[in-house]
């Protein structure tokens, strides 16, 4: 490919990125997969150039841009280089003409930058929540590994390590053995809050293929039980086979009815050591990987996830026994699903009191902690550790 052609692949990949951020449509990586599934004559450095190329686009622009061509025009009017391959050539973009519409740059919508900012999130640490994602593992400790080559350990994590961007995990032994899980390594330090323990009974409520699952199974050495439970039946269905090949047998899958789950879960009410809650989100806190998200979100949108969200809490308060914990996870940054959300739990349940939480990352947060790409070099988490009175 030219690199006309290269831009307007890109271009033409962005308009379906703009169309389905709108629509509610595929994600940007499954759209570029498909793309490129019916262009075999595309090479591995076309095909990485124009990902480049896509992905930088969708970065600079704060909001939704009108077009992939906006989108695309706001990295050529600072790149003389790309600029010059609007050359109207039979397979590249057409000659930039003044006044066209040009995508605005910035970290997320206006909207969104006016609650970051709410929430105590300034213009650096909105800067890093656009940056690029490294790719964080999770050694399992059930399994034997040797981790020479498994990249850097990562501070206050024993199991984690970071490699470099782009590695292909599934094709290492260690992976296919099970010994090894990608996993952010904000997500790991968050799952440390359960302080899960040999012997327990966890429920992790909205499991979506096992993450935390697994790494709760291995911190308590496969022993005692895990109810894993989500609504979304593809999801949960690949949490099995994962736990197979980690040499987890402790873990129980349950489809949960949404609107019925409090009958689903009554065989556990009230007996679980630990209740785990990582709540659906906006998903402010892992931009670095889905950066299209940002012209996915609406105030409405918001608005519905955190009824969803203190609809979770109600239903985890009544799994933890007397005593017992549940914990409480978003990876946003906004205050209205984070902070504030345990907030008004605890205003409307006096028989539960927020516990204390020492993680080895993350900065006190309302009666939480909370972790940010700037400040942690780990995707955008915000944790809360919630007591039951005995």
């Given at each position: 490919?030219?690199?006309?052609?290269?831009?307007?692949a890109?271009?033409?990949l962005?308009?379906a990125?703009?169309?389905?951020?709108?629509?509610?449509?595929?994600?940007?990586?499954t759209?570029?997969?498909?793309y490129?599934?019916?262009r075999?004559y595309?090479?591995?450095k076309?095909?990485?150039?124009?990902?480049e190329?896509?992905y930088?686009a969708?970065?600079?622009?704060?909001?939704r841009?009108?077009s992939?061509?906006?989108?695309?025009l706001?990295?050529?009017?600072?790149?003389?280089?790309?600029?010059a391959?609007?050359d109207?050539s039979?397979?590249?973009?057409?000659p930039?003409?003044?006044?066209?519409p040009?995508?605005?740059?910035?970290?997320?919508?206006?909207?969104l930058?006016?609650?970051?900012?709410?929430?105590?999130?300034?213009?650096?640490?909105?800067?890093?929540?656009?940056?690029?994602?490294?790719?964080?593992?999770?050694?399992?400790?059930?399994r034997?590994?040797d981790?020479?080559?498994?990249?850097?350990?990562?501070?206050?994590?024993?199991?984690?390590?970071?490699?470099p961007?782009?590695?292909?995990v599934?094709?290492?032994d260690?992976?296919?053995?099970?010994?090894i899980?990608?996993?952010d390594a904000?997500?790991q330090?968050v799952?440390?809050?359960?302080?899960?323990?040999?012997g327990?009974?966890?429920?992790?409520?909205?499991a979506?293929a096992?993450?935390?699952?697994?790494?709760l199974?291995?911190?308590?050495?496969?022993?005692?039980?895990?109810?894993a439970?989500?609504?979304?039946?593809?999801?949960?269905?690949?949490?099995?086979?994962?736990?197979?090949?980690?040499?987890?047998?402790?873990?129980?899958t349950r489809l949960?009815?949404?609107?019925?789950?409090?009958?689903?879960?009554?065989?556990?009410?009230g007996s679980?050591?630990?209740?785990?809650?990582?709540?659906?989100?906006?998903?402010?806190?892992?931009?670095?990987?889905?950066p299209?998200?940002r012209?996915?979100?609406?105030p409405?949108r918001?608005?519905?996830l955190?009824?969803?969200?203190?609809?979770?809490?109600?239903?985890?308060?009544?799994?933890?026994?007397?005593?017992?914990?549940?914990?409480?996870?978003?990876?946003?940054?906004?205050?209205?699903?984070?902070?504030?959300q345990?907030?008004a739990?605890l205003?409307s349940?006096l028989?539960?009191?927020?516990?204390?939480?020492d993680?080895?990352?993350?900065?006190p947060h309302g009666?939480?902690?909370?972790?940010?790409?700037?400040?942690?070099?780990?995707?955008?988490?915000?944790?809360?550790?919630l007591?039951?009175?005995?």
């Amino acid at each position: 490919m030219t690199p006309s052609a290269r831009t307007q692949a890109a271009i033409e990949l962005l308009d379906a990125i703009v169309a389905a951020a709108r629509d509610s449509g595929a994600a940007a990586d499954t759209l570029i997969a498909r793309y490129f599934s019916t262009r075999r004559y595309a090479g591995s450095k076309d095909r990485r150039a124009v990902r480049e190329l896509v992905y930088e686009a969708i970065r600079h622009a704060g909001a939704r841009p009108e077009s992939g061509r906006a989108a695309m025009l706001a990295l050529a009017n600072a790149n003389a280089e790309l600029a010059a391959t609007f050359d109207g050539s039979a397979h590249g973009p057409a000659p930039i003409v003044p006044d066209e519409p040009v995508a605005t740059g910035g970290a997320a919508p206006t909207w969104l930058i006016n609650r970051l900012k709410s929430a105590g999130i300034n213009a650096a640490e909105q800067k890093a929540l656009i940056g690029r994602a490294p790719l964080d593992l999770r050694i399992n400790a059930l399994r034997e590994v040797d981790t020479a080559d498994l990249g850097e350990a990562i501070p206050g994590l024993p199991q984690g390590r970071r490699l470099p961007s782009g590695t292909q995990v599934d094709t290492l032994d260690a992976y296919r053995e099970g010994a090894i899980e990608v996993q952010d390594a904000g997500s790991q330090f968050v799952t440390m809050a359960a302080r899960a323990a040999p012997g327990q009974r966890v429920v992790d409520l909205c499991a979506g293929a096992g993450g935390k699952t697994l790494a709760l199974a291995a911190t308590m050495a496969n022993e005692g039980a895990i109810l894993a439970s989500d609504t979304d039946r593809a999801r949960l269905s690949r949490l099995a086979p994962r736990a197979e090949r980690a040499g987890i047998s402790i873990v129980e899958t349950r489809l949960l009815d949404p609107g019925h789950e409090a009958l689903t879960l009554a065989d556990w009410a009230g007996s679980a050591d630990v209740v785990l809650i990582d709540a659906p989100c906006s998903g402010t806190g892992t931009w670095r990987r889905n950066p299209e998200a940002r012209w996915r979100l609406s105030p409405a949108r918001l608005d519905k996830l955190v009824l969803t969200q203190r609809q979770l809490l109600g239903i985890g308060a009544k799994l933890a026994k007397p005593g017992g914990a549940l914990v409480f996870i978003v990876c946003s940054l906004l205050d209205e699903e984070g902070a504030g959300q345990v907030a008004a739990f605890l205003a409307s349940h006096l028989d539960w009191s927020a516990d204390t939480i020492d993680l080895p990352a993350g900065r006190p947060h309302g009666a939480g902690v909370r972790l940010t790409p700037a400040h942690d070099a780990t995707d955008g988490f915000f944790v809360a550790r919630l007591k039951r009175a005995c």
